[in-house]
């Protein structure tokens, strides 16, 4: 095997794994404002998603396009589902404070909710970065993206939230898991629910590419 080729294993997984790298250290940059974490986001899934479409892309350029493209809108999604998470929470509080069987009907009513903007939270992101329409729109979208394929949902919920559980609950191996979290974790994390959501938004640009068959789609967004 010759080391210097670049279509050898070795080349191809250095390269992946030092894109993986920058799109994490990018994702987490843009994050610090915190009211930036829908926009960069989208962007990540924008870049996981192309992964899976094209193969081979500019991780620098596909990121900040998307980041700059969807940032307004994306930014309102993300603090109306911060909002509403806060007032789960408060609501939460509440419920607890309530008599007998009132507190119990309640509780289902306010984890039905959570459950709602924890499905909303792991599919709008990605259908804005796929997707153009309005946000909200884009929202009942995703439910939807999400009701068509329960079982990718359940998939998707765990290999987010699994090694979240772990690493807050496991002090003794914390540090490995922090610095997993920093080279590579979150964007891998994105990688993978894009196998997921790959398959479900593929139909749609399989549709688009056979109706604008010939024209560059440079925004790589289907329009519903």
């Known amino acids: 095997m010759n080391l210097f080729n670049e279509d050898n294993f070795l080349h191809r997984f250095f390269l992946s794994a030092g894109g993986f790298i920058g799109l994490n250290l990018l994702w987490i940059l843009t994050s610090i404002p915190v009211v930036t974490v829908g926009a960069s986001t989208t962007a990540l899934y924008y870049c996981t998603l192309k ?24 930014t309102a999604v993300w603090l109306c589902l911060a909002a509403a998470g806060v007032c789960v929470w408060f609501e939460k509080a509440a419920v607890a404070e309530m008599p007998g069987a009132m507190s119990v009907l309640f509780t289902y009513v306010v984890w039905g909710i959570a459950l709602a903007l924890l499905v909303i939270a792991l599919y709008v992101f990605p259908t804005i970065a796929s997707f153009e329409n309005k946000a909200g729109r884009l929202a009942v979208f995703a439910l939807c993206f999400a009701a068509r394929k329960p079982v990718y949902a359940l998939c998707m919920a765990a290999l987010t939230c699994l090694p979240m559980y772990f690493t807050m609950v496991d002090a003794q191996l914390f540090p490995i898991y922090f610095f997993v979290w920093i080279m ?3 964007s891998l994390t994105a990688y993978g629910n894009s196998w997921f959501l790959w398959r479900l938004f593929r139909p749609y640009f399989e549709k688009e590419e056979r109706t604008l068959s010939g024209i560059e789609n440079e925004s790589d967004q289907y329009v519903f």
């Open 184 to 186: 590579c974790g979150f």
């Open 51 to 74: 992964l899976h479409k094209d193969r081979e892309i500019s991780i620098w350029k596909c990121y900040w396009r998307s980041f700059r493209g969807n940032f307004f809108q994306a």
